[in-house]
């Protein structure tokens, strides 16, 4: 195999669970810097070091423009870091090519953002069922389509289409959907920013039902002081580093 040729299978193998790392993604000194128009550079981020750990709920809060949402797109492989290192399940992100990246993010990593992004020609079923097909889910699609939309209280939803629920309801077809091919990590981008309180205190709820039944890590950005008390880990970002309070 040639050094452009991509050897996946270090990014997909399963390790037993006895031998399940505690920690699923580590970030060593992380800096994010942007050229600004008038050619100065703008530092995003200045050196973050965290960990997320394996099958928890992990909060980065912070207000807009505190740079949470840029650290969540390196620890998703969505960006790149102007320095540092990110280690995922073991591996660290700077060995990889781009289409290792790629087929990391389309088989062991779920996306869910403030913005549902639902298909609306498409039902709830069908939403979910999208996105088995782009991960080239291999099991039955059918149950599994239909015991997410369960596991996420749509059972009987699954056949309407966007314009026919409510915004929570589509979180939760969007949620179905990025978890249904069972990735090891849900990156969430402020998932209740559109919502009210109850409806998104029902997808933190939902969050922690994950965790606890599906084992998968979920890590998400949030600006609202009210969720904080439903995270596992919480890590403050304040202009760009990690603040303790």
């Not at 006895?18 to 050619?39: H, P, Q, T, W, Y």
């Amino acid at each position: 195999m040639s050094d452009n040729e991509m050897n996946t299978e270090y990014i997909f193998d399963s390790a037993p669970a006895e031998n399940v790392s505690d920690i699923m993604i580590e970030a060593k000194g992380i800096k994010r810097c942007f050229k600004l128009g008038s050619g100065e550079d703008f530092y995003a981020l200045k050196g973050i070091d965290i960990q997320i750990p394996t099958g928890k709920l992990t909060i980065l809060k912070g207000r807009s423009g505190s740079g949470k949402t840029t650290l969540l797109n390196i620890l998703s492989a969505l960006d790149e870091p102007t320095e540092g290192e990110i280690i995922v399940d073991g591996h660290e992100y700077s060995q990889m090519n781009e289409k290792e990246k790629e087929l990391l993010r389309r088989y062991n990593i779920g996306f869910v953002f403030q913005s549902v992004a639902l298909i609306p020609i498409m039902s709830a079923y069908e939403n979910v069922d999208f996105g088995l097909r782009l991960a080239e889910y291999d099991g039955n699609r059918d149950a599994r389509i239909r015991q997410v939309l369960e596991l996420v209280g749509l059972t009987s939803r699954m056949t309407h289409y966007p314009n026919q629920m409510s915004g929570g309801e589509q979180q939760r077809v969007a949620i179905a959907r990025a978890v249904a091919h069972k990735p090891k990590v849900i990156f969430a981008d402020e998932p209740t920013g559109a919502l009210d309180t109850a409806s998104g205190l029902a997808v933190m709820k939902l969050f922690q039902e994950l965790v606890y039944k599906e084992g998968i890590t979920i890590v998400m950005t949030t600006h609202d002081p009210k969720l904080m008390e439903l995270g596992d880990v919480v890590y403050e970002i304040e202009d760009g580093e990690i603040v303790e309070r």
